[in-house]
């Protein structure tokens, strides 16, 4: 009952958290300065992001309508992986979970992979990344994790097994970077393998006070960095080479969550957050001259889902101007959904038919560039990516 409280209480901030019934395994949990950064060492950017007064606005909108065909349905999107230069790759939620790729121009291309039990399938989907022409699909087997390859044309390349229980991950060659989260099975709760899944490395120390662990996406890519952030931390990091390194302190005032919450019982950690205001870090990514925050504000100690408000927060990495659009969770922004970052400066969003359909007045007023693909669009088509600059 305890951890069903802290479950409900996190799920109406979008986090969906798993109980952690494993058994204790063995690693090693030695705390080492090569292992861990020392946050007092580091020198660290603060951002204020509640308090910025300017409103986020693009220069020029282009869009890309995903084919929809009978066998191509997009509802939730489980993730969605862009190459703005090469293809488009989403990974569908569900009982069913697939794989669709789509070219730049939105056709539909091939599925990949398929779900099952024997060794070139997949049970599930946590988490999808792609390098090259390799698309790498993370998925639960009991204790530990299974990394099934595939070449973007659906042929099998590999299954490799990681003695973690993982919830997100991202390719960093020649190898990988996990996170198993809040689960204190862990001594750690990010990990770096080799190309063969062999752990190497390992960041971030884990002091959580109960066994609890959240399913969410915690990375994203450019080139050959990482950007890595766990919702309950207002720190964000960058990976590369073999190191993880803080990048931003988000400050986030009275709103962030307390240190005492890592070292309470489910029923304590739940009265943390049921008695106070809160915010979370959904998403961070970077461009080349941008960084990007997706913020969720539980602006009231008994507010539910309805006073939950979502800030979209973009820093210019060479002015240091922050600017932001807030709005309500339960509305229907055209800019709710952000997916990703471009190495041309572009943030990429997707956005539903019907939103487009339930305010063509707001939508009228964008920069658009290629506004004349609405005409041919049905409101259950599939989503829409919005490129934004």
């Not at 750690?188 to 062999?198: P, S």
Request: net charge neutral; glycine share 6%.
């Amino acid at each position: 009952m305890k951890s069903t409280l802290l479950i409900f209480t996190l799920a109406t901030l979008g986090i969906h958290y798993i109980i952690n019934s494993q058994k204790e395994q063995v690693y090693n949990k030695t705390t080492s300065i090569e292992s861990s950064y020392n946050p007092e060492i580091e020198e660290i950017n603060m951002l204020d992001v509640f308090h910025s007064n300017n409103n986020l606005a693009f220069e020029s909108v282009e869009l890309i309508s995903l084919e929809t065909l009978p066998d191509v349905l997009i509802g939730e999107f489980n993730q969605l992986v862009i190459n703005i230069d090469k293809d488009i790759y989403v990974s569908n939620a569900g009982n069913q979970p697939e794989i669709f790729r789509f070219n730049k121009q939105g056709k539909f291309l091939n599925s990949i992979g398929n779900q099952g039990n024997g060794p070139k399938e997949f049970q599930s989907i946590e988490d999808i990344c792609i390098h090259g022409d390799t698309v790498d699909v993370l998925c639960k087997m009991g204790n530990k994790v299974k990394i099934v390859g595939y070449k973007n044309d659906d042929t099998f390349l590999y299954s490799k097994s990681i003695n973690l229980v993982a919830y997100s991950f991202e390719w960093m060659s020649p190898g990988y970077i996990l996170e198993t989260s809040y689960s204190p099975v862990y001594p750690f709760r990010v990990y770096m393998t080799d190309e063969n899944g062999k752990i190497i490395d390992s960041f971030l120390p884990n002091t959580t006070g109960f066994p609890m662990a959240s399913a969410e996406k915690n990375f994203s890519r450019i080139g050959s960095k990482v950007f890595c952030k766990e919702s309950l931390n207002n720190e964000v990091y960058i990976a590369e080479g073999h190191k993880l390194s803080p990048a931003y302190n988000i400050n986030l005032g009275s709103f962030k969550v307390p240190k005492e919450y890592f070292k309470s019982d489910p029923m304590q950690a739940y009265q943390l957050l049921q008695g106070r205001a809160v915010a979370l870090i959904r998403k961070y990514f970077e461009t080349p001259s941008n960084a990007f925050f997706h913020i969720r504000q539980k602006p009231k100690s008994t507010s539910g889902v309805k006073d939950l408000i979502d800030h979209i927060v973009v820093l210019d990495k060479n002015t240091k101007k922050i600017m932001k659009r807030s709005f309500k969770v339960q509305s229907e922004d055209l800019f709710k959904n952000p997916v990703s970052g471009t190495l041309n400066d572009e943030i990429v969003f997707l956005i539903y038919p019907y939103m487009i359909f339930s305010d063509r007045q707001a939508f009228n007023l964008l920069p658009i560039k290629n506004a004349g693909i609405i005409d041919r669009l049905k409101v259950d088509d599939n989503p829409i990516l919005a490129i934004c600059k």
